[in-house]
């Protein structure tokens, strides 16, 4: 699908009644941010472009974007500044993450108000990762907030130390592979910088510190060959502990021409070798330092769980605070136009099985179910064999998905029956449902019910 544009024949065009834009894309034209944009529609996330302020202006207040993406290497860096400051004003209390191309050093100014700021060269897969990252972070920050809102409603007092952003500690980065001397200046350029820079030789090295610890982002040396540094940057990519960690490639752009495989793989950015540490140093402390308000977010919603919230037997939320917050969802969902899926899973186990085994396996699904979910995502039990799961900003095809992924590992599950020699599986059925427009969180829920 290619980018929808905003301005044409000189004019501005009308709102199609049938559009929905859920990115702004501002560029003059062709570009990395133009490609991106294309990949952008390909993954559901709908695309507008403007070329100027004016139009982005228009654009925004018109189609109620959820992120930006501007093209600033054709304008001041002042004026891309002024007008994120303008888009984020339209946006009002709406989340909306700005990400930005330039090419401008650490002492320019202003590069607080972007979620992200790429410095060229930038590639269009890098690109859409990033704003995908931008707008998951800017959700679960929302989420967070309106989980405390609830709390708070529900008269059950203080929330817990956690639920105050964690203090951010120094940046922490893992270099793998040979020590270059490019490696070595680049190691004293982060450290200047305040990060702790930890060395792995070898790969097996590498995944026991990745085991043992957390990192900000890791930078693999792929100056020589390159698929030691693929290899270790897929298996991040299949682990959902080390998904989110930014992998970085050390390249020699000379003689490196897997640039599309690099980023296919699921590198997060590629340096050259050859550049000013300053800039690269750069690009690895923006990249940790995103990661690292990934996770102080993910801490907010620690926080937020009670045990006047949490059901002691699941670790799932309980009915009470699911029905409360279901509407706070329904209602923030509505007033900003944005997507909302409720799926609910029944599980019933075989009729032999006996009732103290039977609810031994509901007690344990509703444990995975939290494991299982995004930390926006909303999970309680409703009842005897029914769990829902609540995913804010995500439509009804992806999290049809996301329920596809919960049923496959729960039907890999054994379950204990009394006899050893003869565990069970649970029965699964799945509904999910979509908010419609000014549906209420009683209609959506009873859609979800509904078994017809």
């Keep these: 699908m290619p980018v929808w544009s905003f301005y044409e024949s000189g004019g501005i065009v009308?709102?199609?009644?049938?559009?929905?834009?859920?990115?702004l894309i501002v560029t003059h034209g062709d570009g990395v941010v133009f490609e991106a944009a294309g990949r952008l529609n390909r993954a559901g996330l709908s695309t507008v472009q403007a070329r100027t302020h004016e139009e982005a202006g228009i654009a925004a207040a018109d189609f109620t974007v959820e992120g930006v993406v501007i093209d600033a290497q054709d304008r001041s860096f002042e004026?891309?500044?002024t007008l994120a400051k303008h888009l984020k004003a339209i946006a009002g209390e709406r989340p909306l993450p700005i990400l930005v191309v330039a090419d401008i050093d650490e002492s320019t100014p202003g590069e607080e108000f972007f979620a992200s700021v790429l410095r060229p060269p930038v590639h269009p897969a890098q690109?859409?990762?990033?704003?995908?990252?931008?707008?998951?972070?800017?959700?679960?920050?929302?989420?967070?907030?309106?989980?405390?809102?609830?709390?708070?409603?529900?008269?059950?007092?203080?929330?817990?130390?956690?639920?105050?952003?964690?203090?951010?500690?120094?940046?922490?980065?893992?270099?793998?592979?040979?020590?270059a001397p490019q490696f070595i200046a680049l190691k004293n350029a982060l450290e200047q910088a305040g990060a702790e820079v930890t060395a792995a030789m070898t790969s097996f090295t590498a995944f026991d510190y990745l085991h043992d610890r957390s990192f900000d982002a890791i930078v693999l040396n792929a100056l020589g060959e390159n698929e030691p540094a693929f290899t270790i940057v897929a298996a991040m990519r299949r682990n959902t502990r080390l998904f989110h960690v930014p992998a970085i490639l050390l390249v020699n752009s000379n003689s490196f021409t897997d640039v599309d495989e690099a980023y296919a793989r699921g590198a997060s950015d590629l340096l050259d070798a050859s550049v000013d540490e300053a800039d690269s140093r750069q690009r690895i402390l923006g990249l940790a330092r995103e990661r690292q308000r990934h996770e102080q977010t993910k801490a907010l919603f620690e926080g937020v769980r009670t045990?006047?919230?949490?059901?002691?037997?699941?670790?799932?939320?309980?009915?009470?605070?699911?029905?409360?917050?279901?509407?706070?969802?329904?209602?923030?969902?509505?007033?900003?136009?944005?997507?909302?899926?409720?799926?609910?899973?029944?599980?019933?186990?075989?009729?032999?099985?006996?009732?103290?085994?039977?609810?031994?396996?509901?007690?344990?699904?509703?444990?995975?179910?939290r494991h299982l979910v995004r930390a926006e995502d909303m999970a309680s039990r409703l009842g005897t064999g029914a769990f829902a799961i609540v995913m804010p900003g995500t439509t009804k095809a992806a999290s049809q998905i996301a329920a596809n992924r919960i049923e496959s590992v729960i039907d890999c599950t054994a379950f204990e029956s009394g006899n050893e020699d003869r565990p069970f599986q649970l029965e699964l059925e799945t509904r999910v449902v979509e908010l419609r427009a000014r549906e209420s969180s009683e209609g959506l829920l009873q859609r979800a019910l509904d078994e017809d």
């Design 307 to 369: 045990a006047a919230v949490v059901d002691k037997d699941t670790g799932l939320f309980n009915p009470s605070f699911f029905a409360r917050h279901l509407g706070r969802m329904t209602r923030r969902a509505c007033e900003i136009n944005r997507p909302l899926a409720l799926a609910v899973i029944r599980a019933a186990a075989p009729p032999d099985i006996e009732k103290v085994y039977r609810e031994s396996a509901q007690r344990q699904l509703g444990g995975m179910l």
């Design 14 to 23: 009308k709102q199609l009644m049938d559009f929905t834009a859920r990115i």
């Design 79 to 81: 004026d891309t500044v």
């Design 127 to 179: 690109l859409e990762a990033r704003l995908q990252a931008a707008l998951r972070v800017a959700l679960m920050e929302e989420e967070a907030v309106q989980r405390r809102k609830t709390v708070v409603a529900l008269g059950q007092g203080d929330l817990q130390p956690g639920a105050q952003t964690p203090d951010a500690g120094a940046l922490s980065i893992l270099f793998v592979g040979a020590a």
